[in-house]
């Protein structure tokens, strides 16, 4: 490593958290040494975001697109790589502080590598804590490294907890924008398309996460994340809809005060405060005009618009691996919904099947599992879930 010089990757480089990640680190590019950039099929914006950094290694997880990935690279002095033992082998390449925002459970093995290394992760793949928290937790314990949550509500959290103590909190308010159907008549959501479900009205995501507000999954799985990551019982984590998207999370204590984190809806701040930490750093977001902004505006969540909600409530509760089967059914209902397999409103009832099911994976010690536990009810989960769909 290059005196003074961070060493970075991330993983997840061509979506939304990555290339924000990428933004702010080109703009100080003489404070990184970038180990490994890692994506899916868009090998071209992989290549390009590469040879921009002067990256050691580029990966894509798509093992067929390995020759497009040198094609572009060609020249640069970059390594490319694909597939799955190539993303697990970057992981395993010591840096000092790691992205972690690969979309769904498969980033899971790739941040417990990069913990394994002792290395700093920035979290933004809230799959990883619901699937497996204590693991996750327990490993970086075992190798001194450190998670820093980004999905802008844990941030929100986190950051409101600094010089605080757990004990007296008294309940942990995350916000939800309530995505693209919040003020649909209800017997209109199952006629939604996946192209009316992928637009938000507030934030810049990918296809997946955008869908997953729209049904309130992403909201169902930060719920459970709220509860592994800072240990707190589920009835003290609570949800409100706030259309305006300022606050991102609110901390009550058990003296009355109530802690807001308000800021834009710009992911730039989660991911440079988790990149700079534990410093301040200026960054490149908007600054708030309160009285432009006028009023910000809350709603209880309905669970009949949105089960997810309490079927997060049931996991919680269960507690064992059933996190990685919610997760898992989740995203195969999520496939059958944007390949136009299942309607929009059939999402929740193949999860909630999929977890009376398999309702004999939960009560397991958390202390007592493993990766390869969490793997197969990961695969039993899904093959449940694709029996539901079927019908």
């Keep these: 490593m290059t005196a003074g010089r961070r060493r970075v990757s991330i993983f997840g480089a061509t979506g939304s958290i990555g290339q924000n990640t990428i933004d702010l680190i080109a703009r100080d590019p003489d404070a990184y040494e970038v180990i490994a950039l890692t994506g899916g099929a868009n090998v071209a914006q992989l290549a390009r975001d590469a040879r921009r950094l002067n990256a050691r290694l580029a990966v894509t997880a798509d093992d067929t697109r390995l020759e497009d990935l040198r094609a572009a690279l060609a020249g640069s002095g970059v390594e ?66 450190t998670i820093l949550p980004v999905d802008s509500e844990h941030s929100a959290v986190f950051q409101a907890l600094i010089g605080e103590d757990i004990a007296a909190v008294e309940r942990v308010i995350i916000t939800a924008s309530g995505g693209a159907f919040r003020d649909w008549p209800l017997e209109d959501l199952a006629r939604a398309t996946p192209a009316q479900a992928a637009t938000h009205p507030n934030w810049a995501m990918g296809q997946r996460i ?73 960054l490149p977001v908007e600054r708030l005009d309160l009285v432009k902004l006028g009023q910000l505006t809350f709603r209880a969540p309905c669970e009949t618009r949105w089960p997810a909600l309490r079927l997060a409530r049931e996991v919680m509760a269960a507690g064992g691996l059933m996190g990685a089967v919610f997760n898992a059914a989740k995203e195969r209902a999520l496939d059958a919904f944007i390949e136009g397999r299942i309607p929009f409103t059939r999402m929740a009832g193949v999860v909630e099947e999929v977890l009376s099911r398999l309702s004999s994976q939960a009560g397991h010690n958390a202390a007592g599992i493993t990766l390869d536990m969490v793997s197969q009810a990961d695969h039993l989960a899904r093959g449940e879930a694709d029996r539901s769909i079927l019908g």
């Design 210 to 282: 955008t869908i997953d507000s729209a049904s309130m999954f992403n909201k169902a799985l930060e719920l459970i994340e709220t509860k592994e990551f800072f240990g707190l019982d589920p009835v003290r984590i609570e949800t409100v809809v706030h259309p305006e998207s300022m606050i991102h999370a609110l901390v009550g204590f058990t003296d009355g005060a109530l802690m807001a984190h308000v800021g834009p809806p710009d992911m730039r701040h989660a991911i440079g405060f988790a990149l700079h930490h534990p410093y301040r750093k200026p």
């Design 80 to 145: 490319a790589a694909a597939g799955r033992a190539a993303l697990i082998e970057a992981a395993s390449r010591p840096a000092d502080w790691v992205m972690s925002a690969i979309v769904g459970a498969a980033g899971l093995e790739p941040g417990l590598r990069a913990l394994e290394q002792g290395a700093t992760l920035a979290l933004a793949n809230k799959e990883s804590m619901v699937c497996a928290g204590a693991l996750m937790l327990r490993t970086a314990r075992a190798h001194d490294a």
